[in-house]
């Protein structure tokens, strides 16, 4: 397996992924890709996009989201399965676990999106877009990268 690693991602963010891909003997190179941020020469139609945790992801749905939808929808016209792999931890390893989750800013901020709320927009983004919402510890990345890029689709 050769993986193609997005140059958007920051060398010091993905120093422990890339590790873990030296670790499976996994070669490894970085170049722009067209939607998401990890790709297996093998299958080019099932990337991998890390997200940093459920505030990142909220960032993507509220601020960001025109740039979001955008590239959700760059992939679905593409026959491209994107597999959006949130580093959260912390009790979320499902996209069941988004419902309970607190989100800090709802202290500062009450506009800020609830647990449930998130949840049923990604549920939406999944149905509309074709993609997978898929969670892991931080130290479990590089790993679940390798797991997701060698499915078949």
């Known amino acids: 397996m050769v993986i193609q690693i997005d140059t958007r991602e920051k060398a010091k963010a993905i120093k422990q992924i890339v590790r873990t891909f030296d670790e499976n003997r996994i070669r490894h190179y970085t170049s722009k890709l067209f939607v998401g941020d990890y790709m297996s020469l093998d299958n080019p139609k099932l990337i991998v996009d890390r997200k940093q945790n459920l505030l990142e992801v909220c960032s993507n749905v509220c601020q960001d989201h025109d740039r979001f939808r955008a590239e959700l929808k760059r992939a679905a ?3 491209i399965k994107l597999i959006i792999l949130v580093e959260h931890g912390e009790g979320v390893a499902s996209l069941e676990d988004v419902i309970f989750w ?8 009450p506009k800020a999106l609830t647990g449930e709320r998130l949840y049923r927009i990604l549920r939406t983004i999944e149905r509309k877009y074709g993609c997978t919402f898929a969670f892991c510890e931080k130290a479990d990345t590089g790993r679940e990268i390798i797991r997701w890029l060698q499915k078949d689709g």
């Not at 607190?102 to 901020?109: F, H, K, V």
């Open 77 to 79: 016209e593409c026959g």
């Open 102 to 109: 607190q989100n800090p800013r709802l202290a500062t901020s």
